[in-house]
C-alpha cells in the first residue's frame, strides 16, 4: 500500500519540504507531503537514507535512474 509522503518523512526523522525536494530530484513526481509513493519508491528512499544519512539534492538526483 503506499505511503504519504509527510509519513516517511517522519519515519526518517526529516522534514517533508525537503523529502519532497529530494523525490523530485529524484524524478519521482509529487504535488506535496500528502502524495503516495508506492512502495519500491519508499524502501529506495529508505536505502538512500540508511546507506548515506541524509542525501544531498545533488546526489540524489545523480543516482536517480
Do not use: C
Amino acid at each position: 500500500s503506499k505511503i504519504r509522503v509527510h509519513e516517511l518523512a517522519k519515519e526518517l526523522g526529516t522534514e517533508s519540504k525537503a523529502l519532497v525536494e529530494e523525490l523530485r530530484a529524484m524524478g519521482i513526481s509529487v504535488n506535496g507531503v500528502q502524495s503516495g509513493l508506492e512502495p519500491h519508491q519508499a524502501d529506495e528512499v529508505r536505502r538512500r537514507h540508511s546507506t548515506s544519512g541524509s542525501t544531498s539534492t545533488t546526489t540524489a538526483a545523480a543516482a536517480a535512474r
